[in-house]
C-alpha cells in the first residue's frame, strides 16, 4: 500500500456550528473559567481522544478493516492542545486491508474534523513506510517521537515507536547537527522571541519549536537539557498561546500589538507589557538552555570523533583526562569552557562569579553551567561596599566586549546578576515599545557597554564609562523620568560598588543627561548661545563632557540602526566642541558660522535671480541615509511648507532638515537656506531642475500643494494597523534667548513638514530655524519660530500657538 500525506483545512463540509456531542463540549471546555492552562490543554486532548476513538471504531466496522491504529503525533501527541490547534494525525496499517476500504476508513475519520473546521495534518502508512519516511524527513521523524495511540492496534504503533527511536538514537552523529542547523535557520528568519515586540511564540528562537527539538535531543541519550524552569516556561508559552487562540479565534502564534492587552487580561495580568516581560523570561529559560545543550551535542560528537585516533595513538594507556589550564584564581578551562578550578571554594571566595565571568569573556569562552549553578548555590554574598578587585574584575567583564554578552546571560540565568546588582532585577527582560529599539532594557545596557569597550581609549576613566553605559537606563525600572530615577539609583549602585563621592557624582551626572548630547544636537539651534551655556551648566566639566560624548555614540549604536548615524555623530561633535570651548572659558559663539562654499553661491544666486535655487546630491558618509539637498530662497513667508510640500509630492522623505536665515556682505535682503537629507519613498529620486521648477510654483501661487497632497491621501488612504498616539506639541522653555521654541512629536508621514509650516504661516509666525529628527516611524521636529517684529513669543501666545499647531496636526 503506498503511503499518502496531506495537510489542509478540507474542503466546505456542514455548518460546524450544528452541535454535535464533541462540539458542544468542546465549546463547554474552552469557556470555563474555573480551567485553564496544562488542565484545560490535556482535558482537551482527552476530549478528542475519545471523539476520535469514536469515529475510527464506528469506520472501521463499517469498512471491515483490521490492522489499523489512529496515531497522534506531534504536539497532539504531546497533549498539548490549545484552543486553535491542528490535529496531527497518522492512520496506521498492516497493509492487509484493501485500498478501498482503507480510503473509505480515513474519509470517515478526516471529513468529521473538517466539518468542525478544525485544521488536520493527516497521513497514511504502513509501519514500514512511516520508519522510511522518517529517515527520510527530519520533521516526520521529530513528529513520531511524541506519538501515541489514539485508537485501535496498539501493537502496531508499540513497534513502530521502538523502531523510529532505536533509529534515532542510532542516527543520533547525524541527526542532531541536523536539527542544530533547522534551529539556527528558523532563528535567523524568525528572530528572537526575547527582543521582539510581536513575538512568534512558535517559530523564534527561544519558542515552542525550540522546547521541542530539547525533547528530540534528551531522546537521543546524546545530551540532555537543563531541566531547571523549562517546565514553567513551556507552560507560560503555552498559555499565552491558548489566549492567543481565544481572544483572535484563530490558530495564531504571532503576538500582535493590537491583541497584547486583551491576551493580558485573559491571562490575569496587569498589561501587555507586563505579558511581554513573562514571555521574555520565559524564552530566555529556553534559548539558554538550547544554548547549553547544543554546546555539550558538540561537545560530545566532538570528543566521540576523536575517540578512535586517540586509541591509535595512546594504545592500552587509554584516553587522557581532559586538560585543564588555568585561567584566574580558581577558574580554568576545560572542554572548550571556563569553570571553576578543582580547589576553588565560593562559599569562601566571594568575588568568585565576577572572576569567572571576566576571565571567561576575556578568553571568548562560554561560561561552564555546572560552574555557575555551584556559585549560585555555594557562593558567599559580597560585602558592601565591594572590595576593590570584585570592582575591577566587573569593569574587566564589561570591558570585554562581544563575548560579555553570552557570559552575562549565563550568570543572568541563575540569578547571580540580580544578586550582585538588585537594582537589575527591575529592568531585567523589560520590554522597549519605541520600535527603534533593538534589545529589551536589561539587554540593551549590556549592548551599549559592548559599544563603549571599544571607545575606552578615547576618554580619561574608562571604568566610568562602562559603569554609566551598564547604568544609563537603569531607571526605566520606575515611574517618571527614567533619566531621573536613574540619577538616583545610578549614585547608590556606585557607592555599593565602593566608587569615591566624586566618581559617584560623575555616574549620576552621566546618568541623568545621557541623551542631552543628542537631543540638543539634533533638536536645538546651536547658534543660540543660550543653547551652549545650557549644555555646559549640565555638564560640569571637560572630562564629564568626554565620557557624556563617547557615552551618546556608544548608546546610540547599541540602540539600533536609525538611532544613530554620521550625520547625528557630526551634530554631536559639533555641540561637544562648542561646549568644550565654554567649559575652558570662552563666551559661546553669538553669530552664526560662515556659511559653506555651496550655500554661498547658492544664497547669491538667488538673492540675485529673486528664485529659489537649489542642489541635489550624494552625501559622503558611508552611513548615509539617502542626499543631500540644499534650497536657497529669498526671505519670504511660506518657504517652509511651500518647499517640504513640494518633497511631499514627489514622494521624498524627509530624514533630517536644517532651516536658517543667512546675510552676506554687500548683499541686500536675507536668503532662507534649508538643507535637507531625503530619501525617495521609492523609485529613483526627481531631477533637481524639475524639483526646482516646483518649488518656484509653490512659492508664486501657481501650484495648489495642498490640494494635491489632499487628493493623493484621499486617493491612497493609509492601511489600517496599530493606531499611533496622537501628536503633540510643547513649549520648550528656557533654551533660547532668540526665539521661542515649539516641539512636535508626530508619527512620521509623508507631508507632516509641510503641515506643520502651513499651520505656522496661518498663525502668523515666522519660522526663525527648525531642526528635523526621524527615529522609525516617529518624528520630531523642533522649530524655533518668532513674532512678525523677529522677537520670542510672549508665553500666553506661545502656549496658544501649541494648541493651534497640535490641533492642526491632529
Same mark, same amino acid.
Given at each position: =500500500?503506498?503511503?499518502?500525506?496531506?495537510?489542509?483545512?478540507?474542503?466546505?463540509?456542514?455548518?460546524?456550528?450544528?452541535?454535535?456531542?464533541?462540539?458542544?463540549?468542546?465549546?463547554?471546555?474552552?469557556?470555563?473559567?474555573?480551567?485553564?492552562?496544562?488542565?484545560?490543554?490535556?482535558?482537551?486532548?482527552?476530549?478528542?481522544?475519545?471523539?476520535?476513538?469514536?469515529?475510527?471504531?464506528?469506520?472501521?466496522?463499517?469498512?471491515?478493516?483490521?490492522?489499523?491504529?489512529?496515531?497522534?503525533?506531534?504536539?497532539?501527541?504531546?497533549?498539548?492542545?490549545?484552543?486553535?490547534?491542528?490535529?496531527?494525525?497518522?492512520?496506521?496499517?498492516?497493509?492487509?486491508?484493501?485500498?478501498?476500504?482503507?480510503?473509505?476508513?480515513?474519509?470517515?475519520?478526516?471529513?468529521?474534523?473538517?466539518?468542525?473546521?478544525?485544521?488536520?495534518?493527516?497521513?497514511?502508512? +504502513?509501519?514500514?513506510?512511516?520508519?522510511? +519516511?522518517?529517515?527520510?524527513?527530519?520533521?516526520?521523524?521529530?513528529?513520531?517521537?511524541?506519538?501515541?495511540?489514539?485508537?485501535?492496534?496498539?501493537?502496531?504503533?508499540?513497534?513502530?515507536?521502538?523502531?523510529?527511536?532505536?533509529?534515532?538514537?542510532?542516527?543520533?552523529?547525524?541527526?542532531?547537527?541536523?536539527?542544530?542547523?533547522?534551529?539556527?535557520?528558523?532563528?535567523?528568519?524568525?528572530?528572537?522571541?526575547?527582543?521582539?515586540?510581536?513575538?512568534?511564540?512558535?517559530?523564534?528562537?527561544?519558542?515552542?519549536?525550540?522546547?521541542?527539538?530539547?525533547?528530540?535531543?534528551?531522546?537521543?541519550?546524546?545530551?540532555?537539557?537543563?531541566?531547571?524552569?523549562?517546565?514553567?516556561?513551556?507552560?507560560?508559552?503555552?498559555?499565552?498561546?491558548?489566549?492567543?487562540?481565544?481572544?483572535?479565534?484563530?490558530?495564531?502564534?504571532?503576538?500582535?500589538?493590537?491583541?497584547?492587552?486583551?491576551?493580558?487580561?485573559?491571562?490575569?495580568?496587569?498589561?501587555?507589557?507586563?505579558?511581554?516581560?513573562?514571555?521574555?523570561?520565559?524564552?530566555?529559560?529556553?534559548?539558554?538552555?538550547?544554548?547549553?545543550?547544543?554546546?555539550?551535542?558538540?561537545?560530545?560528537?566532538?570528543?566521540?570523533?576523536?575517540?578512535?585516533?586517540?586509541?591509535?595513538?595512546?594504545?592500552?594507556?587509554?584516553?587522557?583526562?581532559?586538560?585543564?589550564?588555568?585561567?584566574?584564581?580558581?577558574?580554568?578551562?576545560?572542554?572548550?569552557?571556563?569553570?571553576?578550578?578543582?580547589?576553588?571554594?565560593?562559599?569562601?571566595?566571594?568575588?568568585?562569579?565576577?572572576?569567572?565571568?571576566?576571565?571567561?569573556?576575556?578568553?571568548?569562552?562560554?561560561?561552564?553551567?555546572?560552574? &555557575?549553578?555551584?556559585?549560585?548555590?555555594?557562593?558567599?554574598?559580597?560585602?558592601?561596599?565591594?572590595?576593590?578587585?570584585?570592582?575591577?574584575?566587573?569593569?574587566?567583564?564589561?570591558?570585554?566586549?562581544?563575548?560579555? &554578552?553570552?557570559?552575562?546571560?549565563?550568570?543572568?540565568?541563575?540569578?547571580?546578576?540580580?544578586?550582585?546588582?538588585?537594582?537589575?532585577?527591575?529592568?531585567?527582560?523589560?520590554?522597549?515599545?519605541?520600535?527603534?529599539?533593538?534589545?529589551?532594557?536589561?539587554?540593551?545596557?549590556?549592548?551599549?557597554?559592548?559599544?563603549? @569597550?571599544?571607545?575606552?581609549?578615547?576618554?580619561?576613566?574608562?571604568?566610568?564609562?562602562?559603569?554609566?553605559?551598564?547604568?544609563?537606563?537603569?531607571?526605566?525600572?520606575?515611574?517618571?523620568?527614567? @533619566?531621573?530615577?536613574?540619577?538616583?539609583?545610578?549614585?547608590?549602585?556606585?557607592?555599593?560598588?565602593?566608587?569615591?563621592?566624586?566618581?559617584?557624582?560623575?555616574?549620576?551626572?552621566?546618568?541623568?543627561?545621557?541623551?542631552?548630547?543628542?537631543?540638543?544636537? +539634533?533638536?536645538?539651534?546651536?547658534?543660540?548661545?543660550?543653547?551652549?551655556?545650557?549644555?555646559?551648566?549640565?555638564?560640569?566639566?571637560?572630562?564629564?563632557?568626554?565620557?557624556?560624548?563617547?557615552?551618546?555614540?556608544?548608546?546610540?549604536?547599541?540602540?539600533?540602526?536609525?538611532?544613530?548615524?554620521?550625520?547625528?555623530?557630526?551634530?554631536?561633535?559639533?555641540?561637544?566642541?562648542?561646549?568644550?570651548?565654554?567649559?575652558?572659558?570662552?563666551?559661546?559663539?553669538?553669530?552664526?558660522?560662515?556659511?559653506?562654499?555651496?550655500?554661498?553661491?547658492?544664497?547669491?544666486?538667488?538673492?540675485?535671480?529673486?528664485?529659489?535655487?537649489?542642489?541635489?546630491?550624494?552625501?559622503?558618509?558611508?552611513?548615509?541615509?539617502?542626499?543631500?539637498?540644499?534650497?536657497?530662497?529669498?526671505?519670504?513667508?511660506?518657504?517652509?511648507?511651500?518647499?517640504?510640500?513640494?518633497?511631499?509630492?514627489?514622494?521624498?522623505?524627509?530624514?533630517?532638515?536644517?532651516?536658517?536665515? =543667512?546675510?552676506?556682505?554687500?548683499?541686500?535682503?536675507?536668503?532662507?537656506?534649508?538643507?535637507?537629507?531625503?530619501?525617495?519613498?521609492?523609485?529613483?529620486?526627481?531631477?533637481?531642475?524639475?524639483?526646482?521648477?516646483?518649488? &518656484?510654483?509653490?512659492?508664486?501661487?501657481?501650484?495648489?500643494?495642498?490640494?494635491?497632497?489632499?487628493?493623493?491621501?484621499?486617493?491612497?488612504?493609509?492601511?489600517?494597523?496599530?493606531?499611533?498616539?496622537?501628536?503633540?506639541?510643547?513649549?520648550?522653555?528656557?533654551?533660547?534667548?532668540?526665539?521661542?521654541?515649539?516641539?512636535?512629536?508626530?508619527?512620521?508621514?509623508?507631508?507632516?513638514?509641510?503641515?506643520?509650516?502651513?499651520?505656522?504661516?496661518?498663525?502668523?509666525?515666522?519660522?526663525?530655524?527648525?531642526?528635523? @529628527?526621524?527615529?522609525?516611524?516617529?518624528?520630531?521636529?523642533?522649530?524655533?519660530?518668532?513674532?512678525?517684529?523677529?522677537?520670542?513669543?510672549?508665553?500666553?501666545?506661545?502656549?496658544?500657538?501649541?494648541?493651534?499647531?497640535? @490641533?492642526?496636526?491632529?
Amino acid at each position: =500500500m503506498t503511503s499518502t500525506e496531506n495537510t489542509t483545512k478540507g474542503p466546505d463540509g456542514p455548518d460546524p456550528s450544528g452541535p454535535s456531542g464533541y462540539a458542544a463540549a468542546r465549546l463547554r471546555l474552552l469557556h470555563e473559567e474555573s480551567r485553564s492552562g496544562p488542565s484545560r490543554r490535556a482535558a482537551l486532548a482527552r476530549l478528542t481522544d475519545d471523539w476520535l476513538t469514536g469515529l475510527f471504531t464506528a469506520a472501521a466496522r463499517e469498512t471491515g478493516v483490521r490492522g489499523a491504529a489512529l496515531v497522534a503525533v506531534g504536539g497532539y501527541g504531546r497533549a498539548e492542545l490549545s484552543p486553535r490547534s491542528d490535529l496531527d494525525l497518522l492512520l496506521l496499517h498492516d497493509g492487509t486491508a484493501p485500498a478501498a476500504a482503507l480510503a473509505a476508513l480515513a474519509d470517515r475519520i478526516w471529513y468529521p474534523v473538517w466539518d468542525q473546521g478544525l485544521a488536520l495534518d493527516h497521513s497514511v502508512r +504502513t509501519p514500514a513506510e512511516a520508519r522510511r +519516511t522518517a529517515g527520510e524527513d527530519l520533521k516526520v521523524h521529530l513528529g513520531l517521537l511524541d506519538s501515541r495511540p489514539v485508537a485501535g492496534d496498539l501493537g502496531l504503533l508499540t513497534g513502530l515507536r521502538t523502531a523510529v527511536l532505536a533509529d534515532w538514537r542510532n542516527q543520533a552523529p547525524r541527526r542532531l547537527p541536523q536539527l542544530h542547523s533547522l534551529c539556527r535557520e528558523r532563528a535567523e528568519r524568525s528572530g528572537d522571541l526575547r527582543f521582539l515586540l510581536e513575538p512568534d511564540l512558535k517559530e523564534a528562537r527561544g519558542g515552542l519549536r525550540d522546547l521541542t527539538a530539547l525533547r528530540a535531543v534528551a531522546a537521543s541519550w546524546l545530551a540532555d537539557a537543563p531541566r531547571e524552569g523549562l517546565a514553567e516556561a513551556r507552560r507560560r508559552l503555552l498559555d499565552t498561546r491558548d489566549a492567543l487562540h481565544l481572544v483572535t479565534g484563530r490558530a495564531a502564534d504571532r503576538l500582535s500589538l493590537q491583541e497584547q492587552d486583551q491576551v493580558a487580561a485573559r491571562l490575569g495580568l496587569l498589561d501587555a507589557d507586563a505579558l511581554l516581560r513573562e514571555v521574555y523570561e520565559a524564552a530566555g529559560v529556553v534559548a539558554y538552555a538550547a544554548d547549553v545543550t547544543w554546546r555539550e551535542v558538540g561537545r560530545v560528537l566532538r570528543a566521540r570523533a576523536a575517540r578512535p585516533r586517540l586509541r591509535g595513538l595512546l594504545g592500552s594507556r587509554g584516553a587522557a583526562a581532559p586538560e585543564r589550564a588555568p585561567l584566574a584564581d580558581g577558574v580554568v578551562e576545560q572542554d572548550g569552557e571556563a569553570g571553576l578550578a578543582l580547589a576553588a571554594r565560593p562559599d569562601r571566595d566571594p568575588v568568585l562569579p565576577l572572576r569567572l565571568g571576566a576571565a571567561a569573556a576575556q578568553a571568548g569562552l562560554p561560561v561552564s553551567r555546572h560552574a &555557575v549553578r555551584r556559585l549560585a548555590a555555594q557562593a558567599a554574598p559580597l560585602p558592601v561596599p565591594w572590595p576593590a578587585e570584585a570592582r575591577e574584575q566587573l569593569l574587566t567583564l564589561l570591558g570585554a566586549g562581544e563575548p560579555t &554578552v553570552p557570559v552575562w546571560e549565563a550568570l543572568e540565568a541563575e540569578g547571580i546578576v540580580s544578586r550582585l546588582l538588585p537594582d537589575w532585577e527591575r529592568v531585567r527582560c523589560r520590554p522597549q515599545r519605541n520600535p527603534v529599539h533593538t534589545w529589551t532594557v536589561d539587554r540593551h545596557l549590556v549592548e551599549t557597554a559592548v559599544r563603549a @569597550s571599544s571607545m575606552t581609549r578615547r576618554v580619561g576613566r574608562p571604568d566610568l564609562l562602562l559603569m554609566a553605559a551598564l547604568l544609563h537606563d537603569i531607571g526605566k525600572g520606575w515611574p517618571g523620568d527614567h @533619566s531621573v530615577a536613574g540619577e538616583t539609583i545610578a549614585r547608590d549602585v556606585a557607592v555599593r560598588l565602593g566608587f569615591g563621592p566624586a566618581d559617584a557624582a560623575v555616574l549620576a551626572t552621566l546618568v541623568r543627561h545621557h541623551l542631552l548630547l543628542v537631543e540638543t544636537a +539634533t533638536r536645538r539651534d546651536l547658534d543660540d548661545p543660550a543653547t551652549v551655556r545650557a549644555v555646559a551648566g549640565a555638564v560640569g566639566s571637560r572630562g564629564t563632557l568626554e565620557l557624556l560624548h563617547a557615552l551618546t555614540e556608544a548608546d546610540a549604536l547599541a540602540t539600533g540602526p536609525a538611532a544613530w548615524s554620521a550625520w547625528r555623530g557630526s551634530l554631536v561633535a559639533d555641540l561637544v566642541r562648542r561646549v568644550a570651548a565654554v567649559l575652558d572659558g570662552a563666551a559661546p559663539a553669538a553669530d552664526p558660522p560662515a556659511p559653506g562654499a555651496d550655500e554661498e553661491r547658492l544664497a547669491v544666486e538667488a538673492l540675485r535671480t529673486g528664485e529659489a535655487v537649489l542642489t541635489l546630491h550624494a552625501r559622503q558618509e558611508e552611513d548615509a541615509v539617502g542626499v543631500e539637498l540644499v534650497v536657497a530662497v529669498p526671505d519670504q513667508d511660506g518657504v517652509l511648507p511651500a518647499v517640504a510640500g513640494v518633497l511631499a509630492l514627489h514622494r521624498l522623505t524627509v530624514r533630517a532638515a536644517d532651516l536658517r536665515l =543667512m546675510e552676506l556682505p554687500g548683499l541686500p535682503g536675507e536668503v532662507l537656506v534649508l538643507n535637507w537629507r531625503v530619501a525617495a519613498e521609492y523609485g529613483s529620486l526627481p531631477e533637481a531642475a524639475r524639483l526646482r521648477a516646483d518649488v &518656484v510654483r509653490a512659492l508664486d501661487g501657481s501650484l495648489d500643494v495642498p490640494g494635491r497632497l489632499a487628493a493623493r491621501e484621499a486617493a491612497y488612504p493609509r492601511r489600517r494597523g496599530v493606531v499611533p498616539p496622537p501628536p503633540r506639541v510643547a513649549v520648550v522653555p528656557d533654551v533660547s534667548s532668540l526665539a521661542t521654541v515649539l516641539e512636535v512629536r508626530a508619527p512620521d508621514a509623508l507631508g507632516l513638514l509641510h503641515r506643520i509650516g502651513r499651520a505656522l504661516g496661518e498663525a502668523g509666525a515666522r519660522v526663525r530655524s527648525a531642526r528635523v @529628527s526621524t527615529l522609525g516611524a516617529n518624528a520630531v521636529d523642533t522649530v524655533y519660530v518668532v513674532d512678525p517684529d523677529g522677537k520670542p513669543l510672549a508665553p500666553a501666545a506661545a502656549a496658544a500657538l501649541a494648541t493651534k499647531l497640535e @490641533s492642526a496636526l491632529t
